[in-house]
């Protein structure tokens, strides 16, 4: 595939050592396009955490490789891969790990403080990133309150703050009611729309049958990578 914006090959992570060895990924393969909708699905322990964390950077593979936008990143230095992550990866956990005491403006300006972004332009721009997730009402509400929904939403917010052309979602509505999730997807689904490539693990068949791609992992291995209806066929059966 030549517009891959995310590539791995023959990724194999290991945690820890001896007894205590887990090995989290056995040889997982796989390509994402450009601007691609990418569910990955698969049960609970086989690694699709960890895929995540290697995909962003966050972690590096016992051996095997990432290429992001065609660069092998295992080559750089923590720095390098560091300043790559910040200007390409917006990253949404499943708990939404907004700042307490900060308000929403100020969670979302805080991750532009690196960037070396200007005071009065982090505010503006983080007004303007709330107003895209629907939360231009709620600027200078605390984390505890907003709903789950929209705390989600202050999250998603702050993974655009640096206009990344990737979004790693690590099953960013798990913890969400259905009201909620709706809400987060309605904001996910319009980033795709506008050209991101959206990676989302999820263990929610609705989602895995809108992805233009589902990926699916099971023992640290792709199991099946394709369109959502073969997936979810495979699911039902
Ligand atoms: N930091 C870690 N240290 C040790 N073991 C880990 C760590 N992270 C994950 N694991 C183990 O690796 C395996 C895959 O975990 P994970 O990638 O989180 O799976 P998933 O996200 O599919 O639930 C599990 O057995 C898990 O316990
Ligand atoms: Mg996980």
């Known amino acids: ?34 601007g ?6 698969g049960p609970s322990g086989h690694g699709k955490s960890t895929l ?24 750089l230095s923590s720095s390098r891969l560091a300043r790559l992550r910040a200007e390409k990866i917006g990253f949404v956990f499943q708990f939404f790990n907004l700042l307490g005491n900060l308000t929403a403006e100020e969670n979302v300006a805080a991750a532009m403080m690196f960037a070396g972004v ?15 997730v629907g939360l231009g009402h709620k600027l200078d509400s605390r984390p505890k309150e907003l709903s789950g929904g929209q705390q989600q939403r202050v999250a998603i917010a702050r993974a655009l703050a640096n206009d990344p052309d990737i979004l790693l979602m690590d099953e960013p509505t798990g913890n969400l009611d259905s009201e909620a ?48 209806a073969s997936a979810l066929e495979r699911i039902a059966a």
Not at 118 to 132: G, S
């Open 1 to 34: 595939m030549t517009d891959a914006i995310i590539q791995t090959e023959n990724l194999f992570k290991t945690y820890g050592s001896g007894a205590a060895e887990t090995h989290a990924l056995r040889g997982a393969t796989l390509a994402i396009p450009r």
């Open 36 to 41: 691609a909708f990418c569910a990955i699905i």
């Open 52 to 75: 995540m964390h290697l995909i962003g950077g966050l972690d590096r593979p016992t051996s095997g490789s990432v290429r992001i936008d065609g660069a092998e990143i295992g080559g």
């Open 118 to 132: 200007p005071d009065k332009a982090q505010k503006e721009r983080a007004r303007q990133l709330l107003e895209l």
């Open 181 to 228: 999730e709706a809400e987060v997807l309605a904001a996910i689904r319009d980033l795709h729309r506008q050209g991101k490539t959206v990676i989302i693990v999820t263990h929610n068949p609705e989602i895995a049958r809108q992805a233009e791609l589902v990926i699916e992992i099971r023992d640290g291995r792709v199991a099946r990578a394709g369109h959502a």
